[in-house]
């Protein structure tokens, strides 16, 4: 096991006379990510040299890299780091975001749903402590925007690696863990399709998730992109089965949202299934938040 070590960055704000990891620490529980331009401790199993390094190149300013197992550095950091109080600022900060993201909603068309939209109602439908396990795409960043997580533990998402197709067998895996909890998972169509037999699986084992399909007929976040960069897309359109029959193929409930006003007895359903299930929800994402030109 690697030990746990602490490097200061020598041209940090924060240094002071005490140890260097108890200094960077300490400094974290002040700071807690509420501006990007406060510093940060640096985690990483190897030295990436990222207290020295500029800040550009890291992202951030780095004041203490820390170096070392996962487990034991996290161990030492909660014994260090103070916890930062829920301020009236950190509180006031928290309404500004979301009177800013509830201004960003559009409206649900009548055979297509918004999916901001969509993701802002389902924290009203989900109690908060269900369980909501994201696949990767254009539907994951608008879910890291638009539902508002509040209790730990509650939301999974695939980052960093953000392989497509984790969201029904990482849904089973929780649904199987903790059986008693409501597992919802939300894929997009392509990454649905590289999961699909999995469902399969749900059924065998009999892990009754709820597994949202956000269908746009192509890859939503590389369109995006596509957009962003050379104001077209290509190769990005694929067509899809007809989800009810898949549902129907594989011996599970299917529901499908043909209007917006179906959605809340919809997911109810669906939430009280006894079978894994599928609700195919044909979305339109051209309202990206992400793009350049958005505000
Ligand atoms: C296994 C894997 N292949 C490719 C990618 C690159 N990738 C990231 S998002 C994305 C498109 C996702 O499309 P879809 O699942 O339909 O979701 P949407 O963006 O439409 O919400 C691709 C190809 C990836 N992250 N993982």
New binding site residues.
């Given amino acids: 096991m690697t030990p746990c070590r602490a490097r200061q960055n020598p041209a940090s704000s924060l240094a002071s006379g005490s140890p260097a990891a108890r200094r960077g620490a300490a400094a974290a529980g002040v700071q807690h990510g509420i501006r990007r331009q406060r510093e940060a401790i640096h985690q990483d199993v190897r030295g990436t040299g990222a207290a020295r390094q500029r800040r550009e190149d890291v992202g951030h300013p780095v004041a203490v890299e820390v170096t070392g197992e996962l487990r034991e550095s996290l161990q030492v950091l909660r014994e260090r780091v103070r916890r930062p109080r829920r301020s009236g600022e950190v509180r006031r900060l928290r309404e500004k975001i979301l009177k800013t993201l509830e201004s960003e909603l559009g409206d649900h068309e009548k055979n297509v749903l918004n999916p901001q939209r969509i993701l802002w109602d389902l924290r009203e439908i989900l109690e908060p402590d269900d369980l909501l396990v994201s696949?990767?795409?254009?539907?994951k960043l608008l879910l890291g925007r638009f539902f508002r997580s509040s209790n730990p533990k509650t939301v999974i998402i695939s980052n960093g690696l953000?392989?497509?197709?984790i969201a029904i067998p990482g849904g089973i895996a929780a649904k199987l863990n903790d059986p008693q909890r409501r597992v919802v998972t939300l894929?997009?169509?392509?990454?649905?399709l590289?999961s699909v037999h999995e469902l399969e699986t749900a059924k065998r084992e009999g892990a009754a998730t709820v597994n949202l399909v956000?269908r746009?007929g192509?890859?939503?976040?590389?369109r995006w992109k596509q957009e962003a960069r050379y104001n077209r897309t290509i190769g990005t359109e694929f067509g899809n089965p007809d989800f009810l029959d898949l549902a129907r193929a594989f011996g599970i409930p299917g529901f499908r949202l043909d209007s917006p006003s179906d959605l809340n007895s919809i997911l109810a359903e669906a939430l009280e299934s006894k079978m894994p299930c599928l609700v195919d929800i044909p979305v339109d994402?051209s309202d990206n938040p992400y793009s350049p030109s958005a505000k």
């Fill in positions: 696949d990767v795409g254009a539907h953000s392989a497509m197709g894929s997009g169509d392509g990454g649905f590289m956000f746009d192509g890859l939503g976040s590389i994402y």
